[in-house]
């Protein structure tokens, strides 16, 4: 009796489990159904260069608000390609990004790393504004591939208060006009 009532309990327990994972999937869309990522008549409300190892330009980070959402996207120029990205995005302020006693970043902890879109040389990340103030820092990272081999990559920013090259940014959301 006890066996059925387990095998039973663990039955259920897995339907939940693939369930919540399902939900939980990243939406596979393509480009065409992307929203409007440039809204502002050709100009991003933040536009930061994508630097790889340190040195070389790999291509953009932009942010653009679109309706009630920040759309973030991370293009490479052609001689690159994008693999894993870690975003973090919060009101500035301590503990806006997760990091070691050190004051080095911790990209396995960012908040955002399943985005909404990814091809070889693009990647969307859709954020409701709601979930952030006016003012407010980002840290973007990525694996790249280019030239020079496998490199790191960060938005262009200033360095975080450890010993690594990470970058974050800051922008004020006020200064950036939304479409009616």
């Known amino acids: 009796m006890a066996v059925l009532f387990l095998s039973i309990l663990l039955g259920c327990s897995n339907e939940q489990l693939d369930e919540q994972y399902n939900q939980k999937k990243k939406i596979k869309v393509q480009a065409s159904e992307l929203p409007d990522t440039n809204p502002n008549n050709g100009e991003h409300c933040v ?5 790889a190892g340190q040195h070389h330009s790999a291509g953009s980070v932009t942010i653009d608000v679109a309706g009630s ?7 490479t120029n052609e001689d690159w390609t994008l693999g894993t990205t870690h975003l973090s995005i919060g009101v500035c302020e301590e503990g806006w990004v997760p990091t070691t006693g050190s004051g080095n970043p911790q990209i396995g902890h960012f ?16 954020i409701p ?3 952030i103030g006016d003012n407010y ?28 090259w990470a970058m974050y940014s800051e922008f004020n959301l006020s ?6």
């Open 175 to 180: 200064s950036c006009n939304s479409p009616s």
């Open 137 to 164: 820092c980002f840290a973007a990272h990525a694996e790249v591939e280019g030239p020079t081999g496998g490199e790191t990559a960060w938005a262009e920013g200033s360095e975080f208060s450890g010993n690594s």
């Open 69 to 75: 959402n920040l759309i973030v996207t991370y293009t």
């Open 111 to 126: 908040e955002f790393t399943e985005p909404y879109y990814e091809s070889p040389h693009q990647v969307v990340y859709i």
């Open 129 to 131: 504004i709601t979930d």
């Open 47 to 51: 536009y930061t260069n994508l630097i």
